[in-house]
């Protein structure tokens, strides 16, 4: 065909585009709870998050409520304020991805000065089953570890 010319779309490769993508998702709402959007992890994976956040409302230093039971797939290792009027903080988090699809996983903090007063961070992640791929971790996401299952739970056999 005469006079057809080929036509191609071309975005800019700025960093700004990668980094939108690669970053921890922090969205707080009106009611002390703030949305953690973790991207894509991988099944039976633990992970080290960081990631710092600041409280929707001020509560005065915060510190983690001990959940009774306690979550044996989350574990806070560090929580540090990151500005003297305890408004900005930063967490350091271990997580395993126990379960398959939608994985939401919830931190209770409450205020030093004011137990009444706490804020809530909801983890969102969605989990790759095995043989799905492996996911781009965003920046604070890191993988520690593997869980492996026995093998008497890969196995149907009952025994004797």
Known sequence: MEGTSVHRVHFPESEDVFRHDADILVSPMKDSTIHVHLGFLQLQHKYEIKFGFDSTKQTGPLAVRNMNPPNINLRVNELRPLCPSGTSYEIVLEMLAHKEKLLKEQ??????DDPVETVTLVLHA?????????????????CIGVETEDESELSDWQGF
């Open 126 to 142: 969605r989990v790759l089953g095995r043989g799905k791929g492996t996911p781009f971790l965003k920046t604070g996401i890191r």
């Open 107 to 112: 931190i209770l903090l409450e205020s030093c």
